[in-house]
């Protein structure tokens, strides 16, 4: 178990019931951090069957583990609402120690040939998978330099931020340049004793890998089925034989998160059960 009473975590993009942001601030919470948890909206996935309701039920696991949490409604990749997502971090806590800035856009319009492209598709991938990333560790940084006590930043990147993919052009952008902030940022703060490092999931089974499935599917094939299909298909190409799962992107965090890291910054750490190897 990694030690975290007393550490207050922001995770971002946080209110998907089978999401890496809410794997990850249920883990920390399990260590012991207090949180505070974000998403666009209340409920990014609504109409879920199962009666999830986003940041509430998550506010309501957080809780049910023993944790103090708040949640916070805004975009991350506009300025003005991530400062206030820190400031009420600060003013309900009094201090902030961890982010995580896992947010990220649906996939979309984007899945296509750069040829394809049309340049607000473009845009939108970018805003929120690079711009958001960089306000949200801007914003962050700025309190913990402050501070003066030190912290973690965690940047989620991708097997797409390593190496590109066809009709991925404007995501591989956006996590190649995540990992290319992450680098800078971990020489930058190294001298406050910040550490910052980026986790690089491949395929993870998620809503979002479901929605991309039901997206994709050929026409008379259920997106439930094709997103089986799938996941069978990519864990036959992974060498420990299955694709990642929520937790093991949230026990990637929880250790970096932790004082077991502290040796560790600017790193992109692959978590593709050895598909990706650098």
């Known amino acids: 178990m990694y030690k975290l009473e007393g550490k207050?975590?922001?995770?971002?993009?946080?209110?998907g019931e089978h999401g890496i942001g809410r794997a990850i601030a249920t883990r920390l919470a399990a260590e012991g951090a207090d949180l505070v948890v974000n998403d666009v909206v209340e409920n990014p996935y609504a109409g879920n069957a199962s009666g999830w309701r986003g940041l509430p039920s998550l506010v309501r696991q957080i809780e049910g583990l023993g944790r103090q949490v708040l949640s916070v409604v805004a975009d991350v990749s506009v300025a003005a609402q991530v400062e206030v997502i820190v400031q009420q971090a600060v003013a309900r806590f009094g201090h902030l120690d961890i982010l995580v800035a896992n947010a990220?856009?649906?996939?979309?319009?984007?899945?296509?040939?750069?040829?394809?492209?049309?340049?607000?598709?473009?845009?939108?991938?970018?805003?929120?998978?690079?711009?958001?990333?960089?306000?949200?560790?801007?914003?962050?940084?700025?309190?913990?330099?402050?501070?003066?006590?030190g912290g973690k930043i965690i940047t989620l990147s991708s097997s797409a931020g390593k190496q590109g993919y066809a009709r991925f052009g404007a995501y591989c952008a956006s996590k190649f340049a995540v990992i290319g902030l992450t680098q800078c940022l971990a020489l930058e703060l190294a001298p406050h004793h910040i550490n910052v490092n980026a986790i690089c999931p491949d395929t993870v089974d998620t809503e979002r890998t479901a929605y991309i499935a039901a997206m994709l599917a050929p026409d008379g094939v259920k997106g439930e089925e094709y997103h089986r299909e799938m996941l069978r298909q990519k864990a036959e190409l992974i060498p420990l034989g299955r694709v990642a799962t929520i937790e093991d992107i949230a026990r990637t965090a929880a250790f970096l998160a932790s004082a077991e890291s502290d040796f560790l910054t600017g790193l992109a750490i692959s978590v593709s059960g050895g598909l990706v190897m650098h």
């Open 104 to 149: 990220g856009s649906r996939p979309g319009r984007d899945r296509v040939e750069v040829v394809d492209l049309e340049e607000e598709d473009w845009d939108l991938v970018q805003r929120v998978n690079g711009k958001g990333v960089f306000l949200s560790c801007r914003a962050v940084a700025r309190q913990l330099i402050a501070q003066g006590q």
């Open 8 to 15: 207050v975590a922001l995770v971002t993009g946080a209110g």
